[in-house]
């Protein structure tokens, strides 16, 4: 087997200029996390891609079409930024991902065309695997008993996920968001089989970190839709640009210095000072070390941050 700086997975942007791919084993989804649970599927459309001398073939869809169709759903919290399931799919050897451009009028073409407009004619498909709940076209009308008519017609074979498989995805896309949300990050991680990050860029805040003798590099996340984990101060890794290193982070709103309700990142990087306005970090959370909290001076806090730095350095 190829190891990953051998392999490249090709990604399509859109449907324009598609080549014709090999014997292509498809299946669809959104594939938010490329967790655990998403794991089976992968390895599915793997071996069977194998099996017929083809190419594995994941559709998936940008934005989530969750945000266009709920109105409800902007708050949405997502695993993955597009980037981050892009990479962790070539890590897991997908040979081709395409991403579709989800829009309202995508949504509204019948099952029908779906089928014979959508999936036949751009992807030629060999064999379609999808889960026995999927459905697709306006109002969600097309299902895997509709494929199942039509595969003799359009000569493509079709595989179902098994519901255990399914059951696994709901399982672990659940706790996985639950354990964000209580600054569980390595729960988090174990379902992911990754350390969850954030990506953002530095800017300018208060630089009353530097008051306090931790100077901290103000992280502004790139993506709106990204689930942010809860308040709290965490061991994290700190990548920038190639070079790597172990920081703390609190998320929260410092009470014991400020009066808003404000929700900031701030990462305090051991063993680098440098001005960082302006650049890219990737965040990798380890473990959470405590909650935040509001101190009756600021020498407590300090006494408190110290204390932070030594798990930190000790993990």
Known sequence: MPTNLEFSMRVYKGLENLPSFKNPVITIG?????????????????????????????????????????????????????????????????????????????????????????LLKNFHPHTIVIGYDHHFGKNRSGDFLMLEQMKTKFNYQL???????????????????EALFQGNVKMANDYLCNKYSIFGKVVHGEKKGRLLGFPTANLQVMDYDKLIPAKGVYVVNVKVGAHQYRGMMNIGTRPTITDNDLVSLEVHILKLDQDLYGQYLTVEFLDRIRDEKKFSSLDELIAQLNSDKKMTEAY
């Open 30 to 118: 959104s594939f938010d996390g490329v967790h655990l649970g998403h794991r089976k599927i992968i390895e599915q459309i793997n071996t069977k891609a194998k099996e017929v001398e083809g190419e594995s073939l994941i559709i998936t869809f940008n934005p989530h079409p969750r945000l266009v169709l709920n109105n409800e759903a902007k708050g949405i919290s997502l695993l993955s930024t597009l980037d981050e399931k892009i990479e962790a799919l070539e890590k897991l050897h997908v040979d081709v991902l395409v991403v579709v451009p989800f829009t309202k009028s995508f949504s509204e073409i019948s099952a029908q065309d779906y089928i014979e407009d959508f």
């Open 159 to 177: 595989e179902e996920i098994p519901a255990q498989a399914l059951s696994q995805i709901n399982i672990s896309s659940t706790k996985i968001r």
